[in-house]
Nanobody, 124 residues
Framework: QVQLVESGGGLVQAGGSLRLSCAAS????????MAWFRQAPGNEREFVAA????????DYGYSVKGRFTISRDNAKNTVYLQMNSLKPEDTAVYYC?????????????????WGQGTQVTVSS
C-alpha cells in the first residue's frame, strides 16, 4: 500500500503559478505510475496529468496541455505538478493518485490510491 499527501495549493491570481507536491509513503513510490486529477463543485473528477514509474513518459488533459507539467523525484518519493498561466476555470480540489497499471491513465477508475486533495483557487 501507499499513502499520498498533497500540498502546495492556495489562492493565486489569474496568470500566476503554483507548484503542487504529492508525497508518497509506505511502499516505494517508484512502484507506481502517478497522476493528478481535479474536481470542481458539481463536476466529475477530471484527469489532469499522469507520469510513468520512471518518469520517462507523461500525458496531459486537453485543458492543461502546454500550461502544466508533471514530474517526479523517486529518490524523494514525490510527484509534482507545476501549474503556469493559471485560469479561473482551473479552480478545483486537486488530487494525487497512484496505480500499478498505466494502460488507462486518464480514467479515475484505474487508480487504487488517492490523497485527500488540496484546494487551488484562481481569482480573476
Amino acid at each position: 500500500q501507499v499513502q499520498l499527501v498533497e500540498s502546495g495549493g492556495g489562492l493565486v491570481q489569474a496568470g500566476g503559478s503554483l507548484r503542487l507536491s504529492c508525497a508518497a509513503s509506505g511502499r516505494t513510490a517508484s512502484s507506481y505510475a502517478m497522476a493528478w486529477f481535479r474536481q470542481a463543485p458539481g463536476n466529475e473528477r477530471e484527469f489532469v496529468a499522469a507520469i510513468t514509474r520512471s518518469g520517462g513518459s507523461t500525458d496531459y488533459g486537453y485543458s492543461v496541455k502546454g500550461r502544466f507539467t508533471i514530474s517526479r523525484d523517486n529518490a524523494k518519493n514525490t510527484v509534482y505538478l507545476q501549474m503556469n498561466s493559471l485560469k479561473p476555470e482551473d479552480t478545483a480540489v486537486y488530487y494525487c493518485a497512484a496505480t500499478q497499471s498505466y494502460r488507462t491513465y486518464y480514467s479515475k477508475n484505474n487508480y487504487d490510491y488517492w490523497g485527500q486533495g488540496t484546494q487551488v483557487t484562481v481569482s480573476s
